[in-house]
C-alpha cells in the first residue's frame, strides 16, 4: 500500500499592524480543538427546539434595529441596533448611541419619568437586566443570576418592572418586581403548570411570554399556552390580585413574536399575528376579548414589535420589507407612515473606518463569509450586511458565539481602536484566512485578504456542489429574497441551492416563490431550486428534490389536535407521488446520538427502514441537522441489507435568520457530473440524476475522494468469486485538521489510514480482498469540534461503490432483525390510532409495512 500525504491546510498566518507590520503568530491564540465542547447557545434554558424560540423570541444581533421603546414625550425613540442602545428623535436622521457593551444590548424600555431605560444584556453566557441612567451614563446591573431574564417592561407608575425569565425553571415565565435601592426584587405571577394536551415543538410546561401593562397598572397582558397544542399560546389578561386567574382576550396560534402592547386607552391591543397569511402583521383588537381583529398593516414582509406612542396617536414597530430590519412610524387614523431613516450615527466611544478587500489569487474581488471581531471583543460589520450568528460555541474559544456576514468582496465598516480579528472562509475548497489587524486613528486602515484554493487533484472540477437542505424564509429576522440566497451561496462558493418550501405551523413562508424551473435568480454560477419539505415528525422528514409539477399538499400529516392529525399520507404515498413527478426523495436531518434503538424506544416510527425497503429513499442527509456519525449507522444497516441510498449533506439553514444552524451551505453534498451543461434547468438535472445515481460526497468541510477499480461512488463492481482482490485510491483535502480516514467495508473500517496531528491532506492507494457481496465507501472525521468549523464535528463520506459476488445481494441477520424491530413498533403504533379518516388509510400504511418486512426477511 502506498500512502502519499500532504501537510495541513489550515493556515496559520501572521498578523498585520496597519503603517508598520508586527508579526505574530494567530494560531496560538487558539485552543486546541481536542477540548473542544460545542454547546448551544444559553443552553440553561430546557424548552425543546431551541432553534425556533432563539430566533423568534431570544433578541438577537440584528444588523438593523430589532425592538424599540418611545420617551414619555412622545418626540424620540430608544431602541437597539447592532448590540447597542440608540436613542433618534423621530424628526431626526441622527442615533445617538447611549450603550457600546461590554456584551450585547437589546429590549430598551423608558421610564416614564424619562430618566432611565432598562434593557437586557447578552454577556457572559447569561442575558441580564441592566438599569441606564440617561443623564450619567451609568448602569447597573438588576440582575445577576446567570439565566435568561428579557422583555423588561415598566408599569404605568414606574415602581415596578415585568419581565420575562427563565430563573428557579429553566423555562420562560412572566415575572414582576420592585426596586428598592437599586436592587431589583421579582416574583413569578403564576406558577409552573403542565400541560396535558400533545405538543409539537413546545414544551409539556406552559410558559408566559411578552409582557404589557394594562395603563391603570392593575393587570398584565401577555402570551400564554395552557392546553394549547401549536403556537406560542394565546393574547390573556391577568390581575395582580392574589388568586387571580387569566383572562382569555385572544385565541389565536402565535408563533413566538406576537408581542401585544396596550394603548393607553386601555381598550385596543396591537399586535403581530401571521392569521390567514405567509408573514407577520400588525393587527388591533380589544382588551375586553369580544371584538375580532382587523389588520392595521398589509404586505409580504414581516411587521412586528408594535409600540404604541404616548398620546396612541401613533405606533412604531419594527419591519424587515427591505429585507434588513428597520423602524416605521405609522399614524393610527389615516395610515400615514415614515422609515426612521438613520442618516448619521454618533458613536459613544471613537470609532474608525476599516475597509477589507477579499479578492481571488488573480487579485479580482470575491464573494466570501467574514467574521470582525473588534478591540472590545464585540463583532461588527458593514451597516447593510446581514449579521448571522452560530447557534452553538466551545466557551474555550471564547466569550460569544461565531458572528459573521457575507460580502461580494469589499466590506467598509466601523470599529472601534485595537486588534481586530478578521476570519474570512469561502466555502470548503479554500484556505480559512486569519488576520489580526491593529486599528488605530490618522492613519489607512485597510486589509487586502488573498484566499487561496486547496490543492486538488484535476478530477475536482467534475464536482458540483450543492445543499440539500435551505429554508430561504422561515419566520426569521430578515426577509430574503431569491436574488439574496444567490448571493449568500455564491459567498459560501456553492454551485446549487436547494429552497425546501415548508410550512410553520399553519402559515408556508416561501409558497409563493415555488416554481417548477429554477429561479430567474439563478445565473452561471449558482442555480437555485425551490422544492419541498414534507414535515411530519411521526414518518420523519423528506426532501423533494426537482418537483417537475406542484408542490405536494397537505404538506403535513399526524399534527394532533388538528385536521390533519391522521397519520396518512405517510412517506411511502408521498415518495411515490413525488416520483411521479421525477423528483429525488431524501430523508433529512435523521438521528441524533446514540443510534436509535427500537428494542428500547417503543415510540420509534420514523419510516426510514420502510421506505429504503420499498426502493423509495433516493437520498439520505448522512451530513446535517443531527449526530454524522449515529445517522450513518442506521444507513451502513440498510445499505447491507441491499438498498442503494447516495450520500447527501444538507444544513436546514433558515437562511433569514440572525442565529441559525448555518451558513447555507454548512453541509453540502457534492455530485460527479461529467457532460456539459448550459443552462440552469441542465445543470439542475444533470445534478439530480447524479444524486440518484448515488455519484456523490457528503461533507461539511474536508473533500474525499475514491475509486474502487475505477469505479466512483455509486459504480458497481462485478466479481465472479469470493476472495477476489480490488483496487483503490483515496484522496483527503481539508481547510481544517482531520483525525480520522478511513476504508469501510459493509459498514466496518478495513483500512485506518493514520494521519498526523494537525494533518489535513493524504493520498491513499492500495487494495483490499473481497470476501462477499457489499458496498466500500471512504470517510473522514475528528473526535471534537473545531473552532473553525460551526458543526458538531468534521465530517464527509463518499457515498457507497457497490461490490457484487457471484452476482448474489448482500445480506445481514443482524440488521435485518433491527429494522424488523423497529417496523415491529411501526406497526403497533399505527395499529392503536383511531384519528385516521376511513379504513382504507390504515390498511395502505399496513401494506407498506407488509412489504417492507416482506424485504428484511429476506435479508436474515
Known sequence: MAIFFGVANLRTTSVLQLGSIVCLLFGAMLPSPSIAERRPVLDQIDVPHNYYFREMYLPQLTSGPSALAWTPDGEALVYSMQ??????????????????????????????????????????????????????GKITALTTGGDVNVEPRWSPDGGRLAFVSTRQTRRFHVFVGELVEGKLSASPVLGERESSIARYYYS????????????????????????????????????????????????????WSARPDVAPDGRRIAYASYLGRQWRQLWVTHADGIAEPFPLTYGDFDATAPRWSPDGSKIAYITNESGDT?????????????????????????????????????????????????????SYAPQDAW??????????????????????????????????????????????????????????????????????????????????????????SYRNSPANLVEQARAEDLDMVFNLVVNKEQRVPDIAYFSPEPDAASDDDVTLLHSQEFHTSYWGHLGLLGLDSHLLMPDYSAYPGT????????????????????????????????????????????????????????????????DHKASAEVWYGLLNCGARIAAAGGTDAMANYASLRGPVGLNRTYVRVTDDADTAAERRDRWITGLKAGASMASNGPLVGLTVNDEYPGGEIALAARDEEVSFVARLRSAIPVDHLELVFNGEVIESFGLAAGQSSADVSGSVVIKESGWLLLRAWSDEAHPMLLDIYPYATTSPIYVTVNSKRPKSSDDAEYFLTWIGNIRAAVSARTDFNNEDELKTILSHLDQAEAHYESCR
Do not use: C
Open 204 to 255: 409539556a410546561f406552559d410558559h408566559e411570554l411578552n409582557p404589557a401593562w394594562a395603563p391603570d397598572g392593575k393587570s398584565l397582558f401577555f402570551v400564554s399556552n395552557p392546553e394549547v397544542p401549536y403556537g406560542s399560546g394565546n393574547i390573556v389578561q391577568l390581575a395582580l390580585e392574589d388568586g387571580a386567574e387569566p383572562r382569555l382576550v385572544r385565541k389565536e396560534e402565535t408563533s
Open 326 to 378: 428597520a423602524i416605521r412610524i405609522q399614524d393610527f387614523i389615516g395610515g400615514r407612515s415614515q422609515l426612521l431613516a438613520v442618516t448619521e450615527r454618533k458613536f459613544k466611544v471613537p470609532m474608525f473606518e476599516f475597509e477589507l478587500n477579499v479578492v481571488d489569487i488573480y487579485g479580482k474581488p470575491v464573494s466570501a463569509r467574514v467574521s470582525i471581531v473588534g478591540g472590545d471583543g464585540r
Open 83 to 136: 448590540g447597542s442602545l440608540w436613542r433618534q428623535a423621530i424628526d431626526s436622521g441622527t442615533a445617538v448611541q447611549l450603550t457600546s457593551g461590554p456584551g450585547y444590548d437589546f429590549q430598551p424600555d423608558v421610564s416614564p419619568d424619562g430618566k432611565t431605560v432598562v434593557f437586557a444584556r447578552y454577556r457572559a453566557d447569561a442575558i441580564e437586566l441592566h438599569l441606564l441612567n440617561l443623564d450619567s
Open 563 to 626: 385536521a390533519a392529525a391522521s397519520v396518512f399520507p405517510d412517506n411511502a404515498t408521498i415518495s411515490r407521488l413525488a416520483h411521479e413527478q421525477n423528483a429525488a426523495v431524501g430523508y433529512v436531518h435523521p438521528f441524533l446520538s446514540p443510534k436509535p434503538d427500537p428494542r428500547t424506544n417503543k415510540y420509534l416510527t420514523n419510516a426510514l427502514p420502510v421506505d429504503a425497503a420499498l426502493g423509495l429513499v433516493d437520498y439520505y442527509e448522512t451530513v446535517g441537522f443531527a
Open 387 to 476: 449579521l448571522h450568528a452560530d447557534d452553538s460555541y466551545d466557551r474555550n474559544n471564547g466569550r460569544f458565539e461565531t458572528k459573521y456576514f457575507h460580502t461580494a468582496g469589499k466590506a467598509s465598516l466601523k470599529v472601534p481602536a485595537g486588534a481586530t480579528h478578521v476570519t474570512v472562509w469561502r466555502g470548503f475548497e479554500h484556505e480559512i484566512e486569519r488576520r489580526v489587524v491593529n486599528i488605530t486613528g490618522g492613519r489607512d486602515n485597510a486589509l487586502t485578504l488573498r484566499v487561496t484554493p486547496l490543492h486538488l487533484p484535476t478530477e475536482w472540477l467534475n464536482w458540483f456542489s450543492a445543499d440539500v437542505h435551505v429554508h430561504m424564509n422561515y419566520g426569521g
